[in-house]
Structure formats: C-alpha cells, structure tokens
C-alpha cells in the first residue's frame, strides 16, 4: 500500500466490484472519450461479473511482473484506478501509466499524487528507469496531470490507438530516474513545487 495523506493506492481486492461498478457507470461521458473502445455496451462491461474477470487478469499480469496496478482510494473511498503496465525489464527498464479518476474527484490534486506515488514505487522498489505516459492531445485535464509533475514531451503517435470509433493520436510523456533523483522522488518534487507556489 502506497500513501500520501488523504491519497492510496493499494491493490485492488475482489470487495471493490460493487464500487468499481457504480464508480464506473457513473463515468461513462466522463472516460468514454479518451479509453479504447469496450467488447459491447458501456452498461455491458460494467458488472460485477466483468470486475471478476478485471480483477482476475490484474492479479495475473501483477504476479508476472507485467503490471503495476493499483486501486486509487480518496479518503478510503475508491476512486479510480492507476495501472504501470507493458513492463519491459532488461535493458529498456520501462512501462507504460494509464490512469483514470471518478470525475466527482476531480480538481482535488488525487492524479497528480497518485501517478507520482506511482512512479517512485516503480523506480525505487519496482526497479524501473523510465515510465511514459500517452495521452490524445485532446485530453487537456490528463496532459496537465503530467505537466504539472515534470514529464517530458517527447513524441507525437499518429494514429496510436483505436478509441471513440476511429485511431487517435496521442502525445508521448516520459520520466526516468535521473529526473527525480537530486529532489528525492518524484512526489517529493510535486510537493517541493506546490509549497513555493
């Protein structure tokens, strides 16, 4: 489990089907636009018995060592979800962000800290060098995500992902250790940054 005051992210457990799903369908306008297309109707794919099949194939990749997720939790109460995934070891070192949170959250500083919170577990006990994170360009709420925390820009993906019923672009973030080192971590840095604003 990974804390920041009123912020966690700990692992999701079979418990959280009933919030995923009221969490979930009540985001549908709210993440529709920007996640890949679901196999049927939002309402479809939305059920405690899709959670099962979620949770199962989290726990899988997790003990692989091809994921990273976590439940995102605000007060105790779930919220979203932050997910390092793509995990490549050897000598690229890296994965993948994605991150999504109930937009009845929203503006409350949640993503920024968990997706650092993310990114220092990762580096440090995760053994990572880098992560990236891609985003449509359209995304504006989700680009200063990780503006604020520092990424780089460093790509532009034509046509990257088949989302909202056609192949999007999307722009290429990304961190590495060096980046964060000299501040002590990636939420030491947004914390540094938020105190002399």
Same mark, same amino acid.
């Given at each position: 489990?990974?804390?920041?005051?009123?912020?966690?992210? !700990?692992?999701?457990?079979?418990?959280?089907?009933?919030?995923?799903?009221?969490?979930?369908?009540?985001?549908?306008?709210?993440? /529709?636009?920007?996640?890949?297309? $679901? $196999?049927?109707?939002?309402?479809?794919?939305?059920?405690?018995?899709?959670?099962?099949?979620?949770?199962?194939?989290?726990?899988?990749?997790?003990?692989?060592?091809?994921?990273?997720?976590? /439940?995102?939790?605000?007060?105790?109460?779930?919220?979203?979800?932050?997910?390092?995934?793509?995990?490549?070891?050897?000598?690229?070192?890296?994965?993948?962000?994605?991150?999504?949170?109930?937009?009845?959250?929203?503006?409350?500083?949640?993503? $920024?800290?968990?997706?650092?919170?993310?990114?220092?577990?990762?580096?440090?006990?995760?053994?990572?060098? !880098?992560?990236?994170?891609?985003?449509?360009?359209?995304?504006? $709420?989700? !680009?200063?995500?990780?503006?604020?925390?520092?990424?780089?820009?460093?790509?532009?993906?034509?046509?990257?992902?088949?989302?909202?019923?056609?192949? !999007?672009?999307?722009?290429?973030?990304?961190?590495?250790?060096?980046?964060?080192?000299?501040?002590?971590?990636?939420?030491?840095?947004?914390?540094?940054?938020?105190?002399?604003?």
């Amino acid at each position: 489990m990974l804390r920041d005051g009123d912020v966690t992210l !700990r692992p999701y457990q079979r418990s959280d089907a009933a919030a995923w799903v009221e969490v979930r369908l009540a985001n549908e306008q709210w993440l /529709a636009p920007w996640e890949p297309d $679901p $196999p049927g109707r939002w309402q479809d794919v939305h059920t405690v018995r899709a959670f099962r099949f979620v949770h199962r194939d989290l726990r899988k990749s997790a003990a692989d060592g091809s994921t990273m997720p976590y /439940a995102v939790c605000y007060q105790d109460r779930f919220v979203g979800q932050l997910t390092i995934g793509n995990i490549v070891r050897r000598a690229f070192c890296s994965g993948y962000a994605g991150y999504w949170v109930d937009h009845r959250y929203a503006g409350r500083g949640i993503t $920024p800290i968990a997706l650092a919170l993310a990114v220092d577990h990762a580096f440090n006990q995760g053994g990572l060098h !880098r992560v990236e994170v891609n985003i449509r360009p359209e995304n504006k $709420p989700s !680009r200063r995500v990780v503006e604020k925390l520092g990424f780089r820009e460093e790509a532009y993906h034509h046509r990257y992902l088949y989302i909202a019923g056609g192949w !999007r672009d999307h722009l290429g973030y990304a961190i590495t250790t060096e980046d964060v080192a000299t501040d002590g971590g990636l939420l030491r840095r947004w914390h540094r940054g938020r105190d002399s604003a």
